[in-house]
């Protein structure tokens, strides 16, 4: 296998398709046809997502492996199907290849994603490949399925409920900074960073679970929590509290803030692909699932309010500021 030139299209596909189901019973028709042939539960909502990765825009060859790629392609489309409450099903897989491409990085960006697909049972039903002039592009378009009563959107958080988020925020986007800046091995705090940056966990079983308890909206945190806030902000037509002293930090991230000039804050508010979860709840239904799960790791940080309050942010020293939507934005760079 020396050159995508000597395997061809086909070939290629060949190779890939080996061990993409993990569920038999939900597939009739996998690799192979025109179309994917699939058995949905019965009663079941339907979801659908798709999340694409750039050469240049979301991920640097010389900083992240062809495996930790793949993982986080599919990675991320999974973190939109927890942000509805949902389990992911079935994936198509779309590459767009520089014609130098080794076979051997595409093997690899396969292995990847069929580790994490396996992790969570999720099959890889289709896809397409074909060649491109500049830089490598992958796409990824998720199904999943939730119950009616479980499906949580953007658009229903209620005044008085809690806001609350799942692990730690900022670690990612620290461990881009230390990724680009290189020699990141030299310091012991950078792994943990640089891991969440480059392979992270979609929070699919938290997101279930949190559905399951009554959470009112839900978000993935792609873009950073201000952008997230705002957004369900205005989904909702409520406003947000945020308080700056309650963001989950990774102490690595504090070390790692010190080191590169910044506050550990900047990087949690506005870094963006923590791939964690906000979500908002009636604080009577929150109080019963941290009862029913004490080490679930989950940190309240904030309170949605009437929406003439707007989204803010309430720092250590009690001052109010407006939380602009400032995030990762595709075609604004803001400060
Ligand atoms: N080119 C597009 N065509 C149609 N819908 C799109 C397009 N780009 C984004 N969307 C939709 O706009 C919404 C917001 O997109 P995005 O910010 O990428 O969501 P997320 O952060 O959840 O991945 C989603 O419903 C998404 O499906
Ligand atoms: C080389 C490189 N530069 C910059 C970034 C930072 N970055 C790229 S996209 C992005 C936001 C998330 O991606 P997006 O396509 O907006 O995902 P979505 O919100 O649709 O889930 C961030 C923080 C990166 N990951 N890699
Ligand atoms: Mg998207
Ligand atoms: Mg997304
Ligand atoms: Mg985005």
Redesign the pocket.
């Known amino acids: 296998m020396n050159s995508l030139k000597e395997l061809g299209e086909f070939g290629l596909i060949d190779v890939l398709k080996q061990d993409t189901i993990n569920d038999h019973s939900s597939v009739v028709v996998g690799i192979g046809d025109d179309a994917a042939v699939l058995l949905p539960t019965p009663k079941q909502l339907q979801l659908l997502?798709?999340?694409m990765l750039v050469e240049s825009v979301h991920f640097d060859l010389t900083t992240t492996t062809p495996w930790q790629l793949g993982y986080k392609a599919i990675a991320v489309n999974l973190s939109?199907i927890a942000?509805m409450g949902g389990a992911p099903r079935h994936a198509v897989v779309s590459v767009a290849l520089p014609h130098s491409t080794p076979p051997d990085l595409v093997v690899n960006l396969y292995k990847g994603m069929k580790e994490i697909c396996h992790e969570f049972c999720v099959n890889i039903v289709g896809g397409d490949t074909v060649s491109s002039p500049h830089g490598l592009v992958i796409n990824v378009a998720v199904t999943g399925e939730v119950e009616p009563a479980n499906l949580v959107r953007r658009s229903g958080a209620q005044p008085g409920d809690v806001v609350v988020v799942t692990g730690n925020l900022g670690s990612s986007a620290a461990g881009l900074e230390l990724l680009t800046a290189g020699q990141w091995e030299d310091y012991d705090f950078a792994w943990p960073l640089v891991t969440a940056h480059l392979t992270p966990r979609p929070q699919v079983k938290l997101g279930q679970l949190v559905a399951a308890a009554g959470a009112t909206s839900m978000?993935?945190i792609?873009?950073g929590i201000a952008s997230e806030a705002n957004e369900i902000a205005s989904a909702s037509q409520v406003g947000i509290r945020l308080y700056a002293g309650q963001i989950p930090l990774a102490a690595e991230l504090k070390e790692a803030a010190a080191k590169l000039g910044k506050t550990p804050l900047d990087y949690a508010l506005y870094g963006g692909e923590d791939f964690q979860l906000v979500f908002t709840m009636e604080p009577g239904k929150y109080a019963a699932l941290l009862a029913a799960n004490p080490e679930l790791p989950v940190t309240k940080v904030g309170e949605v309010v009437d929406a003439g309050e707007g989204v803010t942010l309430v720092d250590q020293a009690g001052q109010v500021q407006t939380l602009k939507a400032r995030g990762y934005n595709h075609f604004r760079q803001e400060d």
Do not use: F, K, L, M
């Open positions: 997502t798709t999340d939109d942000a978000d993935d792609s873009d």
